[in-house]
């Protein structure tokens, strides 16, 4: 069984799709950390503060010309100092549009302070989709090609066959996913540690930042598997991903505006609290664990199913 597994991970990483996918993964990190050093403001809150009451008070200098004592209007125009001690102070004080470290993933403590962006989070929902169609991929690529009959000539047992496919795929998005984290992570460093800070970017922060992505990580391997099963089902990608895409934003969205009290059952629902637990949905009482036992269950169905049709349908 190791064997087979280790020939199908091989098998894999060799897939055109996954090297297009590492490719342009790559690519967008680095033009990513690029843009974001060559752009980010490195203002501080102070900084950001003089330059909007600066602004305010250019704005009241422009005023002047319409009084009938431009003159005297000008010279009762407070100064910058004057405006930061009066009321209007508090308008900017709190701005600070420089880079965040905790910005990678925050913590309760992190979006108490107002640190409500979450980088890694936003890239993770975009990968999630990704990780469907590279599990579909990586079982429809055999249907379109025709290689079934031959890896199935190598490996006759099928249920062990799906069983390995399906572990291989896991495996590989997981890493993928984590790869991809830890070196969008890298090349935003520059950004903060040169115009940014490191405040809030403590122990707990990390180990915050450790669990989210590795209890991510094995979210969108589910989403491989996934694609990878329903791959089975369809016996082609676009199959799989037309499945995904007409439940996620067809039917969901259907039974949700007839049902909002069934939110606990709904995938998207259940997703939530395993990618931000701050948001609160109406109707929703599941817990992260909670969540992400039920989405399992979801998981375990489609794959039983796909292995069972797989075994009396193909190539019988």
Not at 245 to 263: D, H, K, N, W
Request: aromatic share 10%.
């Amino acid at each position: 069984m190791r064997r087979l597994f280790a020939a199908e991970v091989r098998r894999a990483l060799s897939r055109r799709v996954v090297k297009v996918a590492i490719l342009l993964g790559l690519s967008s990190i680095a033009v990513l950390g690029v843009t974001v050093f060559l752009t980010v403001d490195a203002d501080t809150p102070e900084e950001n503060a003089r330059e909007f009451l600066g602004d305010y008070r250019e704005q009241l200098l422009e005023g002047c010309q319409f009084e009938t004592d431009p003159s005297g209007c000008i010279e009762r125009v407070p100064t910058v100092e004057q405006l930061s001690e009066g009321d209007g102070a508090f308008l900017s004080t709190d701005t600070d549009t420089r880079p965040h470290l905790v910005e990678f993933w925050p913590d309760d403590e992190a979006r108490a302070d107002g640190n409500d962006e979450s980088l890694l989070m936003a890239s993770s929902i975009m990968l999630l989709m990704v990780a469907v169609l590279l599990g579909a991929s990586l079982v429809g690529g055999d249907y379109a090609s025709r290689n079934l009959e031959t890896l199935l000539t190598w490996e006759p047992r099928r249920l062990r066959f799906v069983a390995m496919r399906l572990a291989a795929v896991a495996v590989v998005v997981f890493f993928l996913y984590v790869a991809f984290q830890v070196l969008f992570s890298l090349v935003l460093l520059p950004s903060v540690f040169v115009k940014g800070t490191t405040e809030g970017a403590d122990i707990a922060w990390f180990r915050h930042l450790v669990l989210m992505v590795g209890r991510t990580g094995l979210l969108v391997a589910g989403f491989g598997v996934l694609g990878a099963s329903l791959a089975f089902l369809a016996r082609s990608t676009a199959g799989a991903m037309g499945i995904v895409l007409a439940y996620l934003v067809g039917v969901e969205a259907i039974l949700r505006s007839f049902q909002p009290e069934a939110t606990n059952w709904y995938v998207i629902s259940n997703l939530v609290p395993l990618l931000d637990p701050s948001v609160e949905l109406d109707f929703f009482t599941r817990t992260a664990a909670g969540s992400g036992f039920l989405l399992f269950m979801y998981l375990v169905v489609v794959m039983v199913a796909a292995a069972g049709v797989f075994r009396a349908r193909d190539l019988g």
